[in-house]
C-alpha cells in the first residue's frame, strides 16, 4: 500500500517542481522584459536631453548617469555633446578627447572632437584630427569641417571642393550653403556668394543668417535693393538696415542714411542700432 503513496507524492513533489522551475522562468523572462523597457526608457530620455532639454540639464543629467557608469561611451558622448551645446566649449573639447581615447571609440566621434576644437578657435588641433581620420569616413560633417579648415588656410581650390562634397552628403544643405557663400564673401567674389544665399535660402527659407549674409552680398555689389526672399516685417527692416552698412562702407553716404530711415520707419518696434548709426552719419554730415 505504500508504493502508491510513494509514487503520488513523488508526483506531486515532480509537478511542484516544475511549478516552481516555471515561476522562475517566468519570473527571470519579466526581468529581463523591465531590463528592456528601462533601457528604451534610459535611450529615449538621453534623446530628449540631447535634442529639447536645456543644454545645462543634458549636462547634469549624463553626470549624474556616468557616476553610477563611467565607463559606457554612450553617455560620454552624450556630456560632450551636451558641454558643446551649453557652450562650455574647453570642457567639451575635453570631453571629447575621452570619448576619443575609449577602447569604442569611432571615426564620428573624432569628428565631433574636431568640431569642438573648431569651436575653440583651435585650428590647427582640429586640422591635425581630421588628418588622423581615414580618408574612406565620408560624411557630411568630416567634409563640412576640411571646407572650413582649408578657408581658414585660405586655400580656396580645395575649400570649394570639401564644399560642393559636403552639399552632396547631405539632404539638408542649407548651413553649408551659407557657409560656403560666407567664404566667397571673404574673398570678394560678390556674385558667387549672393548664388550661394539664395540657394541657401530656397532650401531654408527661415534660415536669417543667409538673409543677411545675402543682403551684404549685394549691397558690396552696389545693389541696394532688397532680394525677393520670404522675410518677416522684422527681417526687412534688419536687412535694410544691413544694406545701409554696406552702402557707408562703400562711401554711398546719402543712400546709406535713406536705407537706414527706411529700416527704422519699417521696423514694428524702435530699432535702436540703425538710430544710432543714422544720427552718427547726420552728426558726421553736420561736423
Known sequence: MRRPILVSLCVAGTVGLAACDKARVNTAEMDRKFQDVNVIDETNLSEVMLTVADPNE????????????????????????????AKRITEGVAAWV??????????????????????????????????????????????????????????????DSFYETAVGLTTKPAPVMNNWGYSKLTRGEFAAAERLFLDAIRQDTTMFTAKNNLALARGAQGKYDLPV???????????????????????????????????????????????????????????
Open 58 to 85: 543634458g549636462v547634469n543629467y549624463f553626470e549624474r548617469a556616468l557616476k553610477g557608469d563611467p565607463d559606457r561611451i554612450d553617455l560620454m558622448r552624450g556630456l560632450a555633446a551636451s558641454l558643446v551645446r
Open 98 to 159: 575621452r570619448v576619443v581615447d575609449h577602447e569604442d571609440a569611432q571615426n564620428a566621434d573624432s569628428v565631433e572632437l574636431a568640431d569642438a576644437l573648431i569651436r575653440a578657435n583651435e585650428w590647427d588641433r582640429a586640422e591635425e584630427v581630421l588628418n588622423s581620420i581615414p580618408p574612406t569616413h565620408e560624411t557630411y560633417k568630416r567634409y563640412r569641417l576640411e571646407a572650413m579648415i582649408a578657408d581658414s588656410n585660405e586655400d580656396w581650390a580645395k575649400a
Open 229 to 287: 526672399v520670404p522675410m518677416t516685417q522684422v527681417e526687412r527692416a534688419q536687412l535694410l538696415y544691413s544694406l545701409g552698412l554696406a552702402a557707408v562702407k562703400r562711401n554711398d553716404i546719402e543712400t546709406g542714411k535713406a536705407l537706414f530711415r527706411e529700416a527704422i520707419d519699417t521696423h514694428p518696434q524702435h530699432f535702436e542700432a540703425a538710430t544710432r548709426s543714422l544720427r552718427a552719419l547726420e552728426a558726421n554730415a553736420r561736423s
